[in-house]
């Protein structure tokens, strides 16, 4: 039986062909999975710059790629025949010789560059300082040291990105900017998907390559596994290595703490961490975030990525409020009264739930058995929202055992005014960070800390967190920004942009109407008339992605609302009001669309 792993481009690649080519496509790969009569059989590819790559034909002149050695088949994409052949001429493959994944080269792309590198060469060049021996050893391939001795510039390092694997020019980009040889290696290290040593490399073997390449390939073994990978959203079965390296760790023997900023995957993380938990943990999983709708978002997100029926209910998807509710509801045998005499409010609920929790416990700064606590893992989601007192109500659920905290969270997208360093909280933390935003384009992420201003905040740990180092993946259209003689003009322009999109063929699904009061929510929504496009305040915005985002009022006087005029008071409420609308930019992952009537926002002027 052929060894089948498929690669992340394919299952969106195939959604998008007409439904006849599709399920002709899928049942050829049944097919082949079980070599029955009828399947595809790979056919060699003329020309080729790898001998190991061959083509399958699957439905209605479209052909599969993929890259082979013995019974393993790599399916790197799905194209119409003529493109398929190119693909297959255009690339090769191979095994970073340090950290063993797979790397794919356009060496079609290379060839062309050469001559140009060649030509435009100085005397001086610009890795002359760095031996062939420190490069190698930062696992740069032999075959392309003649091509990176000719670079002279940092922007050539720049343009051979697309031509090269992120494994090649990550170190490469990090040498070129001045960065040391620990440095590059440090980056290199990012590339690795598990802490595991994978002890001697075997550069020939295909197979082992893949598996320490979670990101790049998902293998299946049978129809049912085919099914679900090609079925399920790419987010559920792809993760970038140091995504990967986070959420599938094997054991944490202290609290985590994953920051990053906008983009990075750090709810993905999390969905991940918790349902890893889920299956190979020892108890209870709470998932927590900030609020009741983004509850929801996750609940119905952990459905798709764990479809297993008993695993997912070890999971429960909460907020810190209706947590505590739930406790003193127990405990009561009621639901408390919330309004009306004799009602408590929720931070009072909050301090009873933890008095329920400490007693039923002892001493919260002792281990105790994990049998008496009601969760066994906690997972947190928005940590920089969490108040002190629910952070106090989180640690006092679980134990102090291997596995127990892990949060991930954003201090640059904080909407309130909390302010907390969890050590203080007895809850010492190990800190990691993603710094690549796989969301926004960086052309949308540029602006977006520009607006937010790339200064430091106040941190999950004690000391500040900045923007520094946050970069994106890819590249897309530049923000629009619109200004308008006044409101009226406004949400006709609003209404005539969403309309449009929606013209374009992006569904209402994709596109959020975002607005910075309720009020105006109201207005833009009744601009929009029936059109079923989501539309709320910034904040609400919080934790969401849409395709497009149009923000309308980021206008003097609204964004931001008058501040107080106590001078700390003042300055606290204006890194709020940065905060909320850079929370609202950066839910945009193709298109951000600003407006605002008379003179635009402070905050626009950078």
């Known amino acids: 039986m052929p060894r089948l792993a498929i690669g992340p481009e394919l299952p969106e690649e195939l959604r998008a062909l007409d439904p006849p080519v599709r399920r002709d496509a899928v049942v050829a790969l049944r097919r082949f999975l079980l070599r029955v009569a009828g399947a595809p059989h790979p056919e060699r590819v003329r020309g080729a710059r790898d001998a190991r790559v061959a083509t399958l034909r699957l439905a209605g002149g479209h052909r599969g790629v993929v890259v082979r050695q013995r019974d393993v088949y790599w399916l790197r ?14 690339h090769r493959y191979g095994v970073n010789p340090v950290i063993g994944v797979v790397e794919e080269w356009d060496a079609e792309s290379l060839e062309r560059v050469e001559p140009a590198l060649r030509r435009s060469a100085g005397a001086s060049r610009l890795f002359d300082p760095i031996c062939d021996g420190d490069l190698l050893a930062l696992g740069i391939d032999v075959r392309a040291l003649r091509l990176i001795r000719l670079v002279t510039t940092e922007a050539d390092v720049a343009a051979l990105e697309p031509f090269l694997p992120p494994t090649q020019h990550a170190p490469l980009a990090v040498l070129a900017g001045g960065g040391s040889l620990h440095d590059a290696w440090r980056e290199l290290e990012t590339c690795r998907a598990t802490d595991e040593d994978p002890g001697p490399i075997d550069t020939g073997d295909l197979h082992a390559a893949l598996l320490r390449s979670p990101d790049r390939a998902a293998f299946v073994a049978d129809k049912v596994e085919l099914d679900r990978v090609l079925g399920m959203p790419g987010w559920c079965t792809f993760l970038s290595p140091t995504q990967h390296r986070l959420a599938r760790a094997a054991r944490y023997d202290h609290p985590v703490l994953v920051v990053g900023g906008a983009g990075t995957g750090k709810t993905l993380v999390a969905l991940h961490r918790a349902a890893h938990l889920a299956a190979r943990g020892s108890g209870p999983v709470l998932l927590v975030t900030f609020s009741q709708s983004l509850a929801e978002d996750l609940s119905a997100r952990l459905d798709t990525l764990i479809p297993d029926e008993a695993t997912r209910k070890r999971v429960e998807v909460d907020n810190c409020e209706r947590l505590a509710l739930r406790i003193v509801a127990h405990e009561e045998g009621r639901r408390p009264t919330l309004v009306g005499p004799g009602a408590r409010t929720l931070a009072e609920l909050t301090d009873e739930a933890l008095r329920l929790l400490s007693r039923a416990t002892g001493d919260l700064l002792d281990d105790v058995d994990p049998r008496r606590k009601p969760y066994r893992h906690i997972v947190v989601d928005e940590a920089q929202d969490i108040s002190p007192a629910q952070w106090r109500l989180l640690r006092a659920a679980a134990p102090h055992a291997h596995d127990d905290l892990f949060v991930v969270g954003d201090p640059h997208q904080r909407v309130t005014e909390t302010r907390v360093a969890l050590g203080a909280l007895g809850i010492p933390v190990a800190q990691h960070t993603l710094r690549v935003s796989y969301r926004l384009p960086a052309e949308v992420l540029s602006f977006a800390v520009r607006l937010r201003g790339g200064g430091p905040v106040d941190g999950l740990v004690r000391g500040a967190s900045e923007l520094h180092g946050l970069r994106a993946a890819r590249h897309g259209e530049r923000p629009v920004v619109r200004g308008y003689d006044s409101a009226e003009a406004e949400l006709a322009g609003l209404a005539a942009t969403v309309r449009a999109w929606l013209e374009e063929g992006v569904p209402a699904a994709g596109i959020a109407v975002g607005a910075r009061t309720p009020r105006l929510a109201r207005d833009a929504r009744q601009a929009l008339g029936e059109t079923e496009v989501r539309v709320s305040t910034f904040a609400n915005l919080k934790g969401l992605e849409f395709e497009r985002v149009a923000l309308v009022g980021v206008s003097e006087g609204v964004v ?47």
């Open 77 to 90: 994409t799905v194209l119409p025949d003529p493109q398929a052949w190119a693909h297959a001429r255009r």
């Open 560 to 606: 931001p609302q008058p501040p107080p005029g106590d001078p700390g008071a003042r300055a606290r409420a204006l890194q709020r009001e940065r905060g909320m609308l850079y929370v609202a930019c950066t839910r945009a992952r193709s298109l951000l669309y600003l407006s605002h009537s008379g003179r635009g926002s402070p905050f626009l002027s950078f």
